[in-house]
């Protein structure tokens, strides 16, 4: 929901429609064993389903957006937790 506020000038859609936008698609995407990360399926869904609340480019350009944050702030994470492995294996 902050997400889209932040990304699209035009009003974004209520908070349980952005809620059950993503959660939709991120668990079809979790659905299809075939694609690593529901990589292109969460996409598609998630461009699909705003499709009626924004034009199509624009619903495709937010989903792939949506999938590079997402990529970052893991990649962030996963980062962090080595950081802290390897700290806590030095001092022990």
Request: charged fraction near 10%.
């Given at each position: 929901?902050?997400?889209?506020k932040a990304?699209?000038?035009?009003?974004?859609?209520?908070?349980?429609?952005s809620v059950?936008?993503?959660?939709?698609?991120?668990?079809?995407?979790?659905?299809?064993?075939?694609?690593?990360?529901?990589?292109?399926?969460?996409?598609?869904?998630?461009?699909?389903?705003?499709?009626?609340?924004?034009?199509?480019?624009?619903?495709?350009?937010?989903?792939?957006?949506?999938?590079?944050?997402?990529?970052?702030?893991?990649?962030?994470?996963?980062?962090?937790?080595?950081?802290?492995?390897?700290?806590?294996?030095i001092k022990?």
């Open positions: 929901y902050f997400f889209l990304l699209v000038e035009t009003p974004s859609p209520a908070l349980w429609q059950g936008i993503y959660i939709t698609a991120y668990n079809i995407g979790y659905i299809f064993f075939f694609s690593p990360g529901g990589l292109g399926v969460r996409e598609g869904v998630m461009s699909a389903l705003m499709a009626p609340l924004y034009t199509e480019p624009v619903a495709a350009s937010i989903a792939i957006i949506n999938r590079v944050w997402i990529t970052i702030a893991e990649a962030l994470i996963s980062l962090l937790a080595l950081l802290t492995y390897k700290i806590k294996s022990s």
